[in-house]
């Protein structure tokens, strides 16, 4: 959510940023009904003040003038209820539009109306080149016996799956690894809970944009499909202080999304489940674009390192215009090399949103001269089971056994294969 005040002064870059990410919004109307709700509230609060004046009068005053000033409370009594009424109706329509109003996009963003647009601004690696017939990650773990998707699918329906064995343990090894990596870049680890109140999708974008993807308990709260959500919450209603900032989270959840517009891509595998175990990172920081830019840099800086260091060959894409979220400032996605596909899959998304979020989680900071907002990025740390699909691809071997990368190992008894069960 955007200041009302910055988009009363910034109509025209409001409406630039929203072609920008193409889509259709009217600010036009906005300041209409932004306008009528300024003026009932004034009018609304001028009836209010009256009413109290003429209720302090009527205990002193004589009993021809207490009928008057009864007779003229009734009358601003009516009138203020009926605008108050006109005002809550107004303010309703003034808080749905001001929830689709999209944020500004940077100016580094490229123009483009969807993901063929996209731009690719970084490279790294050496795709393998394998003296051997390839096989995809599904024939390589069901070989080995690291997953079960047949009785996943039994269990949960479509696209479920039980990891087992050796498929366990590398997970296992990634998170722990994982978690040894990212320890030594100053986060303050988290495991957030899964479900989480319905109104903080909203604080995030999630809502309404992804409702088709997001679970529901039958208490009609939600299951995030990211810790995002919950660690945003974790501050919303806070002041914090500004020697605190920046707050760098490293957060693991379990995560479950609905896959509802995907139903014909990834059906098999691993790529692309409903019910997944991500490490996120999440940073609140000043509200201050120079810290907010060099902090998402350094987040997305982050996941390339991780998966330099266990060797994965991956592209670097700039989030174009008409494919940036509504919420977003800019947006990376980072894509490794997938060798049964021949192309890059996404292994992370790292975004930063200036005060887009916090206003809507009123999370601020004292800076010692007034309240600010401060503002909110984010990056995905690793994301399992998909991060086991790169690994055991790029590291099969010509008799179905998986090289296990180097810095893997330790986690993993200090085993450098994994084979068949004999």
Same mark, same amino acid.
């Given at each position: 959510?955007?200041?009302?005040?910055?988009?009363?002064?910034?109509?025209?870059?409001i409406t630039?940023?929203?072609?920008?990410?193409?889509?259709?919004?009217?600010?036009?109307?906005?300041?209409v009904?932004? =306008?009528?709700r300024?003026?009932?509230?004034?009018?609304?609060?001028?009836?209010?003040?009256?009413?109290?004046? #003429?209720?302090? %009068?009527?205990?002193?005053?004589?009993? =021809?003038e207490?009928?008057?000033?009864?007779e003229?409370?009734?009358?601003?009594?009516?009138?203020?209820?009926?605008?108050?009424? !006109?005002?809550k109706?107004?303010?309703? =329509?003034?808080?749905t539009?001001?929830?689709?109003v999209p944020?500004?996009?940077?100016?580094?963003?490229?123009?483009?109306?969807?993901?063929?647009?996209? %731009?690719?601004?970084?490279?790294?690696?050496?795709?393998?080149?394998?003296?051997?017939?390839?096989?995809?990650? @599904?024939?390589?773990?069901?070989?080995l016996d690291?997953?079960?998707?047949?009785r996943?699918?039994k269990?949960?329906?479509?696209?479920?799956?039980f990891? %087992?064995?050796?498929g366990?343990?590398l997970?296992?090894?990634?998170?722990?690894?994982a978690r040894?990596?990212?320890g030594?870049?100053?986060?303050?680890?988290f495991?957030?809970?899964?479900?989480?109140k319905?109104?903080f999708?909203?604080?995030?974008?999630?809502?309404?944009k992804d409702?088709?993807?997001i679970?529901?308990?039958?208490?009609?709260?939600?299951?995030?499909?990211?810790?995002?959500?919950?660690?945003?919450?974790?501050?919303?209603?806070?002041?914090?202080?500004?020697?605190?900032?920046p707050?760098?989270?490293?957060?693991?959840s379990?995560?479950?999304?609905?896959?509802?517009g995907?139903?014909?891509?990834?059906?098999?595998?691993?790529?692309? #489940?409903?019910?997944f175990?991500?490490? !996120?990172?999440?940073?609140?920081?000043?509200a201050?674009?120079?810290e907010?830019d060099?902090?998402?840099?350094?987040?997305?800086?982050?996941?390339e390192?991780?998966? =330099?260091?266990?060797?994965?060959?991956?592209?670097?894409?700039?989030?174009?215009g008409?494919?940036?979220?509504?919420?977003?400032?800019?947006?990376?996605?980072?894509?490794?090399?997938?060798?049964?596909?021949?192309?890059?899959?996404?292994?992370s998304?790292?975004?930063?949103f200036?005060?887009?979020?916090?206003?809507r989680?009123?999370?601020r900071?004292?800076?010692? !001269?007034?309240?600010?907002?401060?503002?909110?990025?984010?990056?995905?740390?690793?994301a399992?089971?998909?991060?086991?699909?790169?690994i055991?691809?790029?590291?099969?071997?010509?008799?179905?056994?998986?090289t @296990?990368?180097?810095?893997?190992?330790?986690?993993?008894?200090?085993?450098e294969?994994?084979?068949p069960k004999?």
């Open positions: 959510m955007l200041d009302i005040k910055f988009i009363r002064e910034n109509k025209d870059l630039a940023g929203a072609q920008k990410k193409h889509i259709d919004f009217d600010v036009e109307a906005l300041l009904t932004d =306008e009528k300024r003026s009932l509230q004034t009018s609304v609060e001028a009836k209010k003040a009256k009413q109290n004046e #003429v209720s302090t %009068k009527i205990p002193i005053a004589t009993p =021809e207490r009928q008057s000033l009864i003229e409370m009734q009358v601003v009594k009516a009138e203020f209820q009926k605008e108050d009424e !006109e005002l109706e107004v303010m309703k =329509e003034w808080h539009t001001m929830l689709q944020n500004i996009p940077d100016m580094s963003v490229p123009d483009g109306t969807g993901e063929e647009d996209n %731009k690719v601004v970084h490279e790294w690696g050496t795709k393998p080149d394998f003296q051997f017939p390839i096989k995809d990650h @599904i024939e390589l773990m069901l070989n690291m997953v079960d998707f047949e996943g699918t269990t949960h329906g479509f696209r479920g799956y990891l %087992k064995g050796d366990v343990e997970s296992w090894a990634v998170w722990n690894y040894s990596f990212y030594q870049k100053n986060f303050i680890p495991i957030a809970p899964a479900i989480v319905r109104e999708f909203y604080g995030t974008g999630h809502l309404p409702a088709e993807d679970y529901k308990t039958q208490d009609d709260d939600l299951l995030a499909g990211t810790s995002e959500v919950p660690m945003m919450a974790y501050h919303s209603d806070e002041i914090l202080k500004a020697e605190e900032l707050k760098r989270f490293l957060v693991f379990p995560c479950y999304r609905r896959e509802a995907s139903y014909s891509k990834d059906t098999k595998g691993l790529i692309r #489940v409903q019910e175990n991500k490490l !996120e990172q999440v940073i609140l920081c000043k201050d674009h120079a907010s060099q902090l998402f840099e350094e987040i997305n800086r982050n996941y390192e991780f998966i =330099e260091s266990i060797g994965l060959p991956y592209h670097r894409l700039l989030i174009c008409g494919d940036l979220g509504a919420s977003k400032v800019k947006q990376y996605d980072t894509e490794i090399w997938l060798p049964s596909q021949s192309a890059y899959r996404e292994g998304s790292a975004s930063y200036h005060d887009f979020q916090t206003r989680f009123n999370t900071y004292d800076d010692g !001269e007034k309240k600010r907002y401060v503002h909110s990025l984010n990056c995905t740390a690793v399992t089971p998909r991060f086991l699909a790169f055991v691809e790029h590291y099969q071997n010509a008799d179905g056994s998986i @296990i990368p180097a810095p893997l190992r330790p986690y993993m008894g200090g085993r294969f994994i084979g004999h």
